[in-house]
């Protein structure tokens, strides 16, 4: 990259279908937001694989995706595998916020 080049980044996209639960989608939309302005803010997601099994996944969201058969997608950081990864929505059962890194140390400070 040259000096002085701008890097042109596009916005997130959120998610604002119906179809996806207003409790999911609101929990996504925030850490989308927060990671948006340079936040490290997780989520962990109760995911259904297509085999059957449940896992929980520690995810920094993204953005969000519809997949060429019409299923919504979370796409973010997975933590345990280091990448980008993409979770369809239908098969999230559950969300549970963490707390950005450092959050625990800011409370030690004021404690």
Do not use: C
């Not at 980044?9 to 927060?34: M, W």
């Not at 997601?45 to 896992?55: A, F, L, M, N, T």
């Amino acid at each position: 990259m040259a000096d002085g080049q701008v890097i042109e980044r596009k916005p997130p996209r959120l998610f604002y279908s119906k179809l996806v639960d207003e409790k999911h989608r609101r929990h996504f939309n925030n850490a989308i937001r927060r990671n948006a302005r340079g936040g490290d803010h997780f989520i962990t997601i109760h995911y259904v694989k297509p085999d059957g099994s449940r896992e929980n996944k520690e995810v920094k969201p993204y953005t969000s995706k519809k997949s060429k058969d019409g299923k919504y997608l979370l796409v973010g950081y997975a933590k345990d595998r280091g990448e980008l990864r993409s979770y369809r929505t239908d098969r999230i059962h559950h969300i549970k916020e963490a707390f950005w890194r450092g959050f625990e140390q800011q409370r030690a400070e004021h404690s």
